[in-house]
């Protein structure tokens, strides 16, 4: 009895022991080198230099850290603008970091800012860079935060961030553009979707009903016009669902599978005026971080890997890619970007630069000559688009409208001469 007793006041202490070592077990972050680059991740440790241990296991650690509570949301373009853009005047107004973090938060209306801000304070407090900070909340793009910890290492940090401002200004402003060009034909097409839906519902069944009645002949059109609105009004449930994943399954598999979006890309450059559209702001993005990085100091091969990173079409990034492994074997930027057929006004202009000595110079007019010819461009094509479109929403609704009365011409002698 007394050896039983014993054996079970070890096991009470062995679990209490277990208990408490569980208990002090914490959370912490790391930022290790990987191959080629620089990972975050976590680990669960009970001391720091046991989280160190463990992550060193990994990688080559640059930054261990305990974790803040809570999950740090991602950061929109958007949010990135205005976090660079104030963050750099306030570090040139002489606040240091924390308190133009402070600042920039208390400016902020947007809690997801609030959020990322209160994590990279808790971060910077125990020591972690401010570019580490970034890159350990999970929320900055790689682009951000290799740009910043570039202009930490030679203490142009406030350049840097503005270099970013300019950038996601840009973006954000491209965009703002593109959705300005297609939102009135967008507006027109849906409300002339709309209306024809409504006619084909509640005025047609009536004047299908007339027609019975009397038993006109219906011709081709109105027999179509008719037959579409009987499938809506029988299978609009199906119709719906259809469309909705039929919509959801080409997204994911543009999104997910590279063959599929390789695919879908070539198609939609085919077309002349998407063409233009879609490629040009991956110019803008290209040479607008080509430019920044190169004012910042990062390797061309660093800075072709985060290039990639902020391309939005496959096929551009697969270039950038065949381009920068042409350069590691010893190919000049511009020789490399002419080979892989990228715009020649473009790779001139890198030759030229790299030929002074100023390409930050080159890069900065072909990117001004790119903005003033895309925003020409898109005048233009908001002009033209809009009466288009009425064109276009005007023959759909006049067919189905005549198609409809159609049948009444045919009615009119018959009636006459009942009379």
Not at 225 to 248: E, P, Q
Not at 292 to 306: K, T
Not at 371 to 392: Q, R, S
Request: contains cysteine.
């Amino acid at each position: 009895m007394a050896e039983e007793s014993s054996n079970e006041k070890r096991g009470k202490t062995s679990t209490t022991a277990v208990a408490k070592r569980q208990q002090r077990q914490k959370s912490y972050r790391y930022i290790i080198i990987k191959g080629e680059r620089s990972v975050q991740g976590s680990v669960t440790a009970a001391t720091l230099e046991e989280a160190k241990e463990k992550a060193s296991k990994k990688g080559l650690v640059l930054e261990v850290t305990e974790s803040p509570p809570g999950r740090c949301p991602k950061m929109s373009e958007r949010d990135m603008y205005f976090f660079a853009f104030n963050l750099a005047n306030f570090i040139e107004s002489g606040f240091n970091m924390v308190e133009a973090l402070t600042v920039v938060k208390e400016r902020s209306a947007n809690k997801k800012v609030s959020k990322v801000i209160d994590h990279l304070i808790f971060y910077i407090n125990r020591g972690v860079s401010v570019s580490g900070a970034m890159q350990l909340t999970g929320s900055f793009s790689p682009l951000f935060v290799n740009l910043v910890r570039s202009g930490e290492t030679s203490g142009t940090l406030p350049l840097a961030l503005k270099d970013l401002s300019d950038f996601y200004k840009t973006m954000l402003a491209l965009r703002s553009k593109i959705m300005n060009a297609v939102l009135y034909p967008a507006i027109i097409s849906i409300a002339a979707v709309g209306a024809i839906i409504i006619y084909m519902l509640f005025v047609l069944p009536t004047l299908g009903g007339l027609y019975d009645m009397v038993g006109a002949q219906l011709p081709a059109p109105t027999r179509i016009v008719m037959s579409i609105a009987d499938f809506i009004k029988n299978y609009w449930i199906w119709l719906i669902v259809g469309i909705i994943g039929g919509i959801a399954l080409i997204r994911f598999l543009v999104t997910n599978v590279i063959p599929v979006k390789r695919v879908y890309e070539h198609i939609k450059f085919a077309i002349p005026v998407v063409n233009k559209v879609a490629i040009t702001p991956e110019y803008l993005r290209l040479s607008k971080t080509l430019r920044s990085a190169y004012v910042n100091g990062l390797p061309v091969v660093d800075v072709l890997n985060l290039t990639m990173g902020v391309m939005s079409h496959q096929i551009y990034k697969d270039k950038i890619k065949s381009a920068r492994d042409m350069i590691i074997g010893g190919m000049p930027l511009h020789e490399a970007f002419r080979l892989n057929g990228f715009d020649s006004l473009l790779w001139r202009s890198i030759a030229l630069g790299e030929e002074s000595g100023r390409l930050e110079e080159s890069l900065t007019r072909y990117i001004g000559v790119v903005e003033d010819e895309f925003n020409a461009y898109l005048g233009t094509l908001t002009a033209a688009v809009e009466p288009f479109a009425l064109i276009f929403v005007g023959v759909v609704v006049g067919f189905i409208v005549l198609s409809l009365y159609l049948p009444m011409f045919d009615m009119i002698p018959t009636l006459l001469g009942s009379q």
